[in-house]
Every structure is written in C-alpha cells, then in structure tokens.
C-alpha cells in the first residue's frame, strides 16, 4: 500500500551520559520513514532541508525505496538543527539549540504521484502545515494518523481543533492528553479526546509503555525493558513509523490491527534508543525485527 | 492449600480529594487476607491488635472463613493507628499520623496448627520479624512471598539482607528496586537483586503496572486503566493477596503460575481503589471478579 510521511528531516546534535554525537541526520520524518522502510513500500516523504544537507543523507532515503520527490532541497537556506541533552536517568533533557532554518517557510507541496496516497503520517509540525497537506489528498486516505506537542496546544489552539477534526489517529504523550483534555484520569482524557475528532487516541507513556483509545475499549502495551537506554531520540517517531508501516502492510484500519500496530511500533522504538540517532535502525534487518516481535509476545503472555 | 499471612491489622484513617474516613479497618495483613480469600481458603493470619480493636472486625475475618488463632488481643494496649492524606493527584501522600502501638512489640507467634502452611505471606514488617517467622515454619513452605520497602533498607539492612537470602518472592516498588541494587536501569536492578537470594522479583509501578523477573525472563501486566481512583490505600497489599491466593489456589510455582497470579493481584487491586478502605473488597463476589479478569485479558492481548 502507499504511505504518505510529512514530517521533519534535520540535523541533530546529542549529549547523552554516553557520549555526544556530532550533527547527525534526525528528524520526524526521518526516524518515521526509516522505521516504515522495514515494514512496507511505496513510501514517499514530504519535508524540506537546506544547501548544506548532504547527498549520502539523500541517497540513504532512496537506498531505503523511500521516494524523495516530495523533499525539498533550498539551496541558498540550512537544515532545521536541533541539539538537545540528556540527564542522567534518561527521562528528561534540555534542549540547547534550535534553529528552524528552512522550516520556517515550509509550505508542503505533495507530488502529484502522492496525492493518492492510501495511508498518511502527519509528523509533529504546526496544525496549519498539516491542515494543508491533508487537503491535497485526493481522494482522502483511509487512515490519518497525526502526532502534535504540547506547543501547539499553547500557540495554536483554534488549528489543532480543527484539524482534529479531519484524522483518525492522534498520538500524543499522557501529559499532553492531560492538556489537550483537562482531564487527570487518562480514561476521561481520552473519552473526552475521542469526541474532538479522532477514532482512535494513542497515548505514548515512554518507558511505561502506550495506551491505545478506541470508543470504550482500551488495549496497553508495555516498552520493551532495556538494560541500557543509549538514546532516547526519535524513539516516538520511530513508535509511529513503525505503528504506520503496520497499518499499511496490513491494509487494515481495524482496532485488531491498531493493536498489533502498537505493538511493531514499540519494538521498532525498543531498536532506536540502543544507539545513537538512527544507527541502529539502520543496521537490523528484518530477521532482527521478527525475533524483536516475538520477545514483545512474550513479554506479555500468559494463560489463565 | 494452606496459606499463612503474617502483616499489619491496623485502624486507618484516610483523606482523599473525594472525602475523608474515621478510623477504618486497615493494615496489610488486612488487605492481604481479604483478597485472597476471594481466591482460596485454608488461610491463617498471625498478627496484632490491641483492645480496641472492635469485635466486628474480629468477625469479619472469621465470616470471610479467615482463622484468626494467631491475631493476638493485647487487651491494655491500643491498635496500630496511620492516618494519611492522599494529593490531587493520588499519586502521592503525606503520612499524618503512625502510632506504633501494639506493633512495636508485636513478635509474632505461628500457632502450631499453622506451622505447616504451604504458602506464606510475609506483609511489609521489620526485617528481623519476617526472618523469625520463617523459622518458625516447619516444613519450609513452597514458596515465601515477601514485601518490604525502602524504610527497612536505610535502617535495617543486614537484617533485610539475610531474610532475602530465605525467601522466594520479593516484592516491592521501582524506586526500592532501584535503591536495594544501586542500579538506576530495572532490568539491571533486577538482574542483582535476584542474585541476593529470591527467585523472583516483582517491581510495582502503581498506576504504570507490574513486572516480573525469573532468571533472564520478564514479564509485564499493566494496572487496570480505571476512570477514578478513589482511595489508593490499601492497592499494593491487595495486590500481593491476589497474586498468593492465586498461587495457593493453583498449588504451583512456576513462572507460568506466577504470570497469571500477577494478572489475578492487579485485578483485584483494582477493586480496592474504587472505594475507601476495604469497602469494594468485602462487597465484591465471584462473578465481578470474573468479570474484572476478563477485561484484564482483554486489555493486553492482540493477535500477530
């Protein structure tokens, strides 16, 4: 099936208590792509970057079958960069740099080719930005599953309401549904949430695993326990990259499938946070993921 | 099979943002026995009280078919007395009032008839009390679940050491794991505490679930995601006696056993918080149990 991913290709710099990285490749749309690589084809990605984005960057999407017409490359601007640093217990960090660059003036243009795209991936980017993509779809695709921030629901209230209204799948973090809901109890946040326009609400818990809303069913998965988290980076993306590809292998929008989804996404996440950026996601291949998988069935199996 | 509980049998006295109680019936030893008794019977409580203690609580644990041969009546002195205010959030609490009483020289004594139990139950005591209660047993028991918490580690921790090395199950909460290991990742945590003496580890994470740890193996069960939490005392206690009245029921160890037993401690957990005190413990019967697991199962399974 074709999968439709706007969402932020950038340059990250990373100080964890590891190490620290150099400016590497990162983004939403990045970890979101690369994760879906693994499971299904037929991937486009709509997102900008600058000059001095550099071509094995570029040859690595296409490597991966990931369509790039759709990535814009402004010459004469830079790469959004972000760097950010890590506490010790892994949970929280402080954000040192962000320089928007070129998504300052991002205005998604999606390819004619991507127009009818089947499954689409909305990136955490302004609510008017993804208000936009989704009317170029034609015709509308069968499932829309958008990621957003508390940031917006500070600065662009009226927007995120209205796009709401046009999803299926919202992914958010138990905090920010607390926010967006005014709800403490995450089941009334939810059951509020699913009124604002969604079907489905995921709420994302990090190392507590995710909780999955639909009409008055819940389904939980936990995260994957790791003895070491290297770096927690794109560890969300690559949740909803994986979640997405799922979905689309699948061709099924169903609360049995959404679960299943959950749980590919958490193992493609449980991948990420081993290594540094991408690194990791880069190298497994899909024996890797099979066995990841069946340690996450494990993880949560029992009889009565 | 025969199941022995050695815990607190308190007066509690409870204030949530839903209300407040007068002095309740509480303490571990409660909890403990009043959830497995939905579970299993043969069981057996050795515990304290004072002169205070009012007869119908007495009866209660006789009508729950209870034997309660081993809760001493120290007519002159007064029952263990808390008293604590939960916040907004009912995540955390401040401890008003803790009135020993009867407890500082409580040094239980396992009536004959009991000496046998296949199942013992060690509630959160000191160190050195849990240690002689075990050898009081004879023959050992099958399997010795205890609990403790971080208070016996910063001032008992020699004692606590040897008991673990004389128990099968421990449980207790991350922050404890973390601070009885040293290590800040659970699963490392987890790794060194199960070579300090029990076969099993399990880590509570309150409204975030359970784990599981046997040899190199995890499992994980969430908590039941419940609209409103109305008074959390009580939870873990109620936990440990689902999870052992399971157990003793099933009359098996085994990983697979204590999987489900987790399952079947958090599901009764849930009860607990719907109401004050024990009240949504005695009224429950079999079928709401059921029913309750049922759901449980339904929230984390999902097809590959």
């Not at 830079?78 to 070129?102: C, I």
């Not at 034609?138 to 599953?145: A, G, H, M, S, W």
């Not at 699948?250 to 996440?269: E, H, N, P, Q, V």
């Amino acid at each position: 099936m074709s999968l439709l991913i706007v969402g932020t290709v950038a340059f990250d710099e990373v100080e964890t208590p590891y190490g620290k990285t150099g400016k590497i490749l990162g983004g939403a749309g990045t970890y979101i792509g690369l994760a879906a690589s693994h499971l299904t084809d037929n991937i486009s990605i709509v997102s900008v970057v600058g000059g001095d984005f550099p071509k094995e960057h570029l040859d690595l999407f296409r490597e991966k079958k990931i369509d790039i017409s759709g990535l814009k490359v402004v010459e004469d601007g830079k790469t959004f960069f972000w760097a950010g640093k890590y506490h010790q217990d892994m949970n929280t960090r402080d954000t040192l740099v962000t320089e928007l660059n070129v998504l300052a003036d991002f205005d998604p243009v999606v390819p004619a080719h991507a127009r009818n795209s089947e499954y689409l991936l909305l990136g955490n980017l302004t609510p008017a930005i993804q208000k936009r993509v989704i009317e170029q779809m034609e015709p509308r695709p069968k499932l829309i599953v958008m990621d957003t921030m508390n940031f917006w629901m500070n600065t662009a209230w009226d927007d995120l309401m209205e796009v709401l209204t046009m999803i299926d799948v919202l992914t958010i973090n138990d905090e920010e549904a607390r926010q967006l809901s005014g709800e403490q109890s995450l089941v009334k946040a939810a059951r509020k949430i699913l009124t604002m326009g969604p079907k489905y609400l995921i709420v994302k818990k990090g190392e507590h695993g995710a909780m999955l809303f639909y009409e008055d069913k819940v389904f939980i998965a936990p995260a994957m326990p790791l003895e070491e988290v290297f770096d927690p980076t794109g560890a969300g993306d690559t949740f909803a990259g994986g979640l997405i590809g799922y979905i689309a292998r699948r061709d099924d929008t169903s609360f049995d499938t959404l679960k299943t989804a959950i749980i590919y996404g958490s193992a493609m996440a449980s991948f990420t946070v081993e290594k540094f950026g991408t690194d990791r996601l880069l190298e497994i291949n899909s024996e890797e993921v099979s066995k990841r998988l069946a340690s996450f069935a494990e993880l949560v199996s029992f009889k009565f």
